[in-house]
């Protein structure tokens, strides 16, 4: 009977403690993260940072299920319920980087309205930020989160951290770095492609910008590499490499002993984002040699790779991406 009376008040404290869980309590196993994420009701989220303490931050909003889902070093350590842009003011999908992070921040558009743990996507009004969620998408264009999750990420995200906003959802997938993406180890990481004949021509400027997050984008379209830190070109080379036919991708790099890429999906992008494509087997894309010493040196946990068919002329990268408009206002 002892037996029995303590299973029961073990089940009891379970069916007890399930409804916290599921409204924001920090779970304690990524088992039971992932039991408490596919049942969540409006408002309510989970949290379980110690599942992995270390390690590139990325966060996925999944417009279409209304969830924000974040992985730190390729394992997910919290999801919550979301409200995303209302008809007309929808909020766009595709690969961002932090701008801007202001835990007091208030609108300009919007009756200066509170927008606590701001977190700006883009400098035409769209953040992460705590708000209402009435289980529907209901902002100007923003993405909602609760208050105390809000914080919670604000905590652990970093400026210049990569955030993934599509439609669908789709786990992501570590993959070891290999070919031109491996960052140097002695002994260990192979020469790169051999160098490009007349058309192997390249930039290399990292003073032009000394520190920030670096994204490497690859154009299939014109065939070029531009390497950009804290948003400014520091170099940029001829490329061959061939585009592939998949579901569009972005890469994360997390680093660690066996150095990790963090894969991700990016489905069901919108027409303007559409030019993103796969990053898969872009490793043994060909480059200058010296290009491909210069670009690993710089590659550091948490650079982004993006495939792209777009131009990646001046008119698409430099510093511009680092202005503040004055006339912004977040939404």
Not at 20 to 33: D, H, N
Not at 140 to 147: D, E, I
Not at 247 to 262: D, L, N, S, Y
Request: hydrophobic share 45%; with cysteine.
């Amino acid at each position: 009977m002892a037996r029995i009376a303590a299973a029961a008040l073990v089940l009891g404290l379970a069916s007890a403690l399930s409804p916290l869980l599921a409204q924001g309590a920090p779970t304690s196993a990524e088992l039971q993260l992932a039991k408490q994420a596919d049942v969540l009701k409006p408002g309510e989220w989970v949290w379980a940072p110690q599942v992995a303490r270390s390690g590139p931050v990325l966060v996925y909003v999944d417009l279409g299920r209304q969830r924000a889902t974040v992985y730190r070093n390729g394992v997910r350590i919290g999801v919550s319920t979301i409200s995303s842009g209302k008809g007309g003011y929808e909020t766009p999908t595709g690969v961002f980087t932090i701008l801007e992070k202001d835990k007091d921040h208030r609108s300009r558009t919007y009756d200066d309205a509170k927008m606590p743990y701001q977190q700006r996507l883009t400098w035409k009004g769209v953040a992460l930020h705590a708000g209402s969620l009435p289980g529907f998408p209901a902002s100007h264009g923003c993405v909602r989160l609760p208050m105390a999750f809000a914080k919670k990420l604000f905590d652990v995200t970093p400026m210049g951290g990569t955030v993934v906003i599509a439609g669908g959802h789709e786990d992501p997938v570590k993959r070891p770095a290999a070919g031109v993406l491996a960052p140097p180890m002695a002994g260990v990481t192979p020469p790169p492609a051999t160098v490009l004949t007349t058309e192997g021509i390249y930039t290399w400027n990292p003073a032009a910008s000394l520190s920030g997050p670096v994204s490497i984008i690859v154009s299939t379209g014109d065939q070029q590499v531009v390497v950009l830190r804290n948003g400014i070109e520091i170099g940029r080379a001829h490329a061959v490499v061939a585009q592939q036919i998949s579901q569009p991708q972005v890469m994360t790099f997390a680093g660690g002993a066996k150095p990790q890429w963090i894969q991700v999906a990016v489905s069901d992008l919108q027409a303007e984002s559409a030019e993103i494509i796969s990053t898969e087997r872009v490793e043994q894309m060909h480059l200058p040699a010296a290009f491909v010493a210069g670009m690993r040196s710089v590659i550091a946990p948490g650079t982004t790779v993006l495939v792209t068919q777009a131009s990646v002329d001046a008119a698409s990268t430099g510093p511009q991406k680092t202005v503040l408009d004055a006339e912004d206002s977040t939404k």
